[in-house]
């Protein structure tokens, strides 16, 4: 597979969305929030059913959002959020991060949450966010790092489940332990000032289990993941059933405890300095 093309190995199943859906600028872009200023010029990439989208563009308000995804079905979920949060400021377009067709330096803030993993070259798609970044402007970015998931207790299957999703993941082209990575990737596009942290998702109490279990058992029989580790001989449909039923019986554990590790960078764009 060509390094700048890469399958978004979990597609846009239900599953998919409910995982997707339920994320907010609180859980998913903290790091950020304390950036935003009301007046601000945004773009969110790969802004997916746009949740945090809307709640970024609340933070903004009165400046103006452009959200950008590779899925015209998935952006019309969240063009109907805008419009059920009366959000009139924010526009959705289909666009790749490799090539964002904005001037540079369009936005003041340009934003992606889990979309390096999915890209051949996130090298490449950082610079591509620089570009379209204003002088003085930011470059934020978050993404998870499934080798550094940790849960209890250990049901079997969950490892393997992990392993599973590494090896799809790598042959779509994309990189599943981002998080660890986005440090050097900013160095690599060329970012000086760069800010690097780190943050969690955690689920314990019985509806976090229920939740995030029963999202996995799903996507794990019906997603796009389901159907390349399959496809690509990866897994056999018993196997992937067996992985689902782990995923079920850990969410059905009391003592269940589920954490999600993930990278975080600030990247400031730097300032035009003096000409002639």
């Known amino acids: ?27 998913s872009a903290a790091y950020l929030l304390d950036r935003l200023r009301p007046g601000m010029s945004l773009l969110d990439v790969g802004c997916g059913p746009g949740t945090i989208t ?4 609340e933070l903004v308000a009165p400046g103006r959002v452009t959200a950008v995804d590779t899925s015209a079905p998935v952006l019309e979920r969240a063009r109907a959020v805008a419009e059920e949060r009366g959000l009139t400021g924010v526009r959705f377009t289909v666009a790749d991060v490799l090539g964002l067709d904005f001037p540079d330096g369009s936005f003041d803030v340009v934003h992606a949450h889990q979309v ?36 209890y207790p250990a049901v ?8 599973l999703y590494g090896r799809v993941a790598r042959a779509n082209g ?8 986005l440090h050097a ?16 998702w955690c689920y314990s109490t019985p509806q976090e ?41 850990w969410g059905a554990r009391p003592e269940g405890w589920f954490s999600v590790l993930h990278g975080e960078i600030l990247c400031e764009v730097a300032e035009l300095g003096p000409t002639g």
């Open 185 to 200: 990737w900013a160095r690599q596009a060329g970012f000086g000032g760069i800010t690097a942290t780190a943050g969690t």
């Open 156 to 163: 079997p299957g969950l490892e393997e489940w992990r392993e």
């Open 209 to 249: 289990r229920s939740w995030w279990s029963g999202m996995w058992a799903d996507r794990v029989l019906a997603s796009d993941f389901a159907r390349s580790a399959v496809e690509g001989g990866y897994a056999t449909e018993s196997e992937l059933r067996r992985l689902s039923d782990a995923w079920r019986e």
């Open 174 to 181: 994309g990189e599943p332990d981002a998080g660890r990575r």
């Open 1 to 27: 597979m060509p390094k700048d093309t890469a399958v978004y190995t979990h597609g846009h199943h239900e599953s998919v969305l409910r995982s997707h859906s339920r994320r907010t600028a609180a859980d």
């Open 116 to 151: 390096l993993q999915h890209v051949g070259d996130p090298v490449a798609a950082l610079r591509e966010m620089r570009r379209v970044c204003r002088p003085g402007g930011v470059v934020a970015a978050r993404d998870a790092d499934y080798a550094a998931m940790a849960w």
């Open 54 to 57: 809307a709640d970024l563009a």
